[in-house]
């Protein structure tokens, strides 16, 4: 029973981007959204997310984790509620922020649950697969129900769709769930907290204004270097700090380093790619939302059915070769679809898209499992934290540098097409505002308005590729890095192995940050 209300729940955080992505063109042209405005609408929540999860992570282990899950969901339902009924961009964009806050509450707090339930790895493995089937399940359903949703109402219908599904998870948390804490209760690391948002803050907000402000002026590079400076300050004052937000401890054990960097590394390239395949189904292949839907099935099933193989597998072979083999699964799949074009067949893109889905289980599970088997029960909340930030970290960043990297192509092919001055610069903001306007100027422009909507297309699908190709070496660097740097198994070091190259089972060892004061309170 505990363990389904956390799939709800992780389903309830998961499925508020899939769905959101499948509205991205309806938005546009709703709410007149631009794909620098449709750029933060979902890295708005990403964003938020990411830079919270990690405080939230360990004021849950001090104050109790089920209050932080019940208060995460009450809040998750109002900003819900509150964003379907926005009128502008700007409006949604902050009510999506206030999601994600909600979002950073929740999410750790269901793995650090599920990690004080399950405390025998073979039941934590079986655990730690079916929550990792319920993001798939949050792939599928989001764009299905969302295409549903808003075949029939308006976009604010999928916002309320979510503001339901967290209601009835709050219910049954209620009910079922029980509360763990840290015996400890360390203070709140303040500085950490400030250090960490700033650096996300910056290093993100950068990444989306870069292709209006150009890749190489002063206000991107500055942006960029004050970024790294904000990293580099935060982690060491994290390592000089008693009590810190982020233990950078952690990321001296290989296991946790290295699995965290392949977690960053899938959801960087699965985010990019959802938010771009979104709009190529509507706007270049000019299906409907709930065709699209349907569509993106595929990925979504074969991510639930690697979830569950990918942690027993590693438990057998060892989470090097499981993980590595998920991040060139990615990187296959995306070299595929960066041969994708306007006219290319279904079939082919089902066959991108099972690549996809198969390497985001294989890597994401185990992946998950290794972060989590390093870390003591009482430290839970930091470790799932940590987990999390690097899915959102990677995800925030995925849709801002695969994003802009795909809209600054897009721009360039649309300045060498010679567009009509007058509907240039507003073709300029994105795809759909290009189709809209060849739509709506058709009788005014005629042939130069099926020029622009070849145009954008072109442009679009150049784009596209960029990014698909971006994503792939992204996962194909990850996977090496794997290969070097991740053990096997916990305990033991990256390049031990035994007969024919599968790792040896290993010595138990000892948790990172356990104290040997027993079970959690």
């Given at each position: 029973?505990?363990?389904?209300?956390?799939c709800?729940?992780v389903?309830v955080?998961?499925?508020?981007?899939?769905?959101?992505n499948?509205?991205?063109?309806?938005?546009?042209t709703?709410l007149?959204?631009s794909?620098r405005?449709?750029?933060w609408i979902?890295?708005a929540?990403?964003?938020?997310?990411?830079?919270?999860?990690?405080?939230?992570?360990s004021?849950?282990?001090?104050?109790?984790r089920?209050r932080?899950?019940?208060g995460?969901?009450?809040?998750?339902?109002?900003?819900s509620?509150?964003?379907a009924w926005?009128?502008?961009?700007d409006t949604l964009?902050?009510?999506?922020a206030?999601?994600?806050v909600?979002a950073?509450?929740?999410?750790p707090?269901t793995?650090?649950?599920?990690?004080?339930?399950f405390t025998?790895?073979?039941?934590?493995?079986?655990?730690?697969?079916?929550?990792?089937?319920?993001?798939?399940?949050?792939?599928?359903?989001?764009?299905v129900?969302?295409?549903?949703?808003?075949?029939?109402?308006?976009w604010?219908?999928i916002?309320l769709?979510?503001?339901?599904?967290?209601?009835v998870?709050?219910?049954?948390a209620?009910?079922?769930?029980?509360?763990?804490r840290?015996?400890?209760?360390?203070?709140?690391?303040?500085?950490?907290?400030?250090?960490?948002?700033?650096a996300?803050?910056?290093?993100?907000?950068?990444i989306?204004e870069?292709?209006d402000?150009?890749?190489a002026?002063?206000?991107?590079?500055?942006?960029?270097?004050?970024?790294l400076?904000a990293?580099?300050v935060?982690?060491?004052?994290e390592?000089?700090?008693r009590?810190?937000?982020?233990?950078?401890?952690?990321?001296?054990?290989?296991?946790?380093?290295?699995?965290?960097?392949?977690?960053t590394?899938a959801?960087?390239?699965?985010f990019?790619f959802?938010?771009?395949?979104t709009q190529?189904?509507q706007?270049?292949?000019d299906?409907g939302?709930?065709?699209?839907?349907?569509?993106?099935?595929?990925?979504?099933?074969?991510?639930?059915?690697s979830?569950?193989?990918?942690?027993r597998?590693a438990?057998?072979?060892?989470?090097?070769v499981?993980?590595?083999?998920?991040?060139?699964s990615?990187?296959?799949g995306?070299?595929?679809?960066?041969?994708?074009?306007?006219g290319?067949?279904?079939?082919?893109?089902?066959?991108?898209?099972?690549?996809?889905?198969?390497?985001?289980?294989?890597?994401?599970a185990?992946?998950?499992?290794?972060?989590?088997g390093?870390?003591?029960?009482?430290?839970a909340?930091?470790?799932?934290?940590?987990?999390?930030?690097?899915r959102?970290?990677?995800?925030t960043l995925g849709?801002?540098?695969?994003?802009?990297?795909?809209?600054?192509?897009?721009?360039?092919r649309?300045?060498s097409?010679?567009?009509?001055?007058?509907?240039?610069e507003?073709?300029?903001?994105s795809?759909?505002?290009?189709?809209?306007?060849?739509?709506?100027a058709?009788?005014?422009l005629?042939?130069a308005?099926?020029?622009?909507?070849?145009?954008?297309?072109?442009g679009?699908?150049?784009?596209?590729?960029?990014g698909?190709?971006?994503?792939?070496a992204?996962?194909?660097v990850?996977?090496?890095?794997?290969?070097?740097?991740?053990p096997?198994?916990?305990?033991?070091?990256?390049?031990?192995?035994?007969?024919?190259?599968?790792?040896?089972?290993?010595?138990?060892?000892?948790?990172?940050?356990?104290?040997g004061n027993?079970?959690?309170v």
């Amino acid at each position: 029973m505990v363990l389904a209300v956390l799939c709800s729940a992780v389903f309830v955080v998961n499925v508020s981007t899939t769905i959101v992505n499948i509205a991205l063109p309806s938005l546009v042209t709703d709410l007149g959204a631009s794909t620098r405005e449709l750029l933060w609408i979902v890295d708005a929540f990403n964003l938020a997310f990411a830079t919270l999860v990690l405080a939230a992570g360990s004021l849950s282990d001090r104050f109790g984790r089920r209050r932080f899950l019940i208060g995460g969901l009450a809040l998750f339902l109002v900003s819900s509620v509150a964003g379907a009924w926005s009128q502008e961009p700007d409006t949604l964009i902050a009510w999506r922020a206030l999601g994600g806050v909600a979002a950073a509450v929740v999410y750790p707090v269901t793995l650090s649950i599920l990690t004080n339930v399950f405390t025998e790895r073979t039941e934590r493995v079986k655990a730690i697969g079916l929550w990792g089937a319920a993001t798939g399940m949050s792939v599928a359903v989001g764009p299905v129900v969302g295409g549903a949703l808003l075949e029939t109402f308006w976009w604010g219908s999928i916002l309320l769709f979510l503001g339901a599904a967290a209601l009835v998870t709050l219910v049954a948390a209620c009910w079922v769930v029980p509360d763990s804490r840290d015996p400890a209760t360390p203070p709140l690391d303040v500085g950490g907290l400030l250090l960490s948002m700033i650096a996300l803050g910056v290093l993100v907000y950068t990444i989306i204004e870069a292709p209006d402000h150009g890749w190489a002026s002063a206000p991107t590079i500055t942006g960029f270097v004050l970024a790294l400076v904000a990293l580099a300050v935060f982690a060491a004052k994290e390592f000089r700090t008693r009590y810190p937000m982020l233990d950078v401890r952690l990321f001296g054990n290989l296991r946790f380093t290295a699995a965290s960097g392949a977690i960053t590394a899938a959801f960087f390239a699965l985010f990019g790619f959802i938010f771009l395949v979104t709009q190529y189904f509507q706007f270049v292949r000019d299906y409907g939302a709930l065709e699209t839907g349907v569509r993106m099935l595929p990925v979504a099933g074969t991510i639930a059915v690697s979830s569950l193989i990918g942690p027993r597998l590693a438990v057998r072979v060892g989470s090097k070769v499981v993980v590595a083999l998920g991040l060139l699964s990615l990187s296959a799949g995306f070299v595929w679809a960066a041969t994708m074009g306007v006219g290319t067949g279904y079939h082919e893109i089902v066959g991108t898209m099972i690549f996809l889905g198969t390497g985001m289980g294989l890597t994401s599970a185990p992946a998950t499992e290794a972060i989590m088997g390093v870390v003591s029960p009482d430290k839970a909340g930091m470790g799932s934290a940590v987990n999390d930030a690097t899915r959102e970290l990677g995800g925030t960043l995925g849709v801002a540098v695969i994003g802009s990297i795909a809209l600054s192509v897009y721009r360039d092919r649309l300045d060498s097409a010679q567009i009509p001055e007058p509907v240039a610069e507003p073709a300029r903001e994105s795809v759909g505002a290009a189709l809209e306007i060849s739509r709506a100027a058709g009788a005014t422009l005629g042939d130069a308005a099926t020029g622009l909507a070849e145009a954008a297309r072109s442009g679009f699908m150049d784009g596209f590729s960029t990014g698909c190709l971006v994503a792939g070496a992204v996962t194909a660097v990850a996977a090496v890095l794997t290969l070097i740097y991740l053990p096997a198994h916990p305990g033991e070091p990256a390049s031990k192995s035994g007969p024919h190259g599968v790792a040896q089972a290993p010595a138990p060892a000892d948790r990172i940050g356990s104290r040997g004061n027993g079970p959690d309170v």
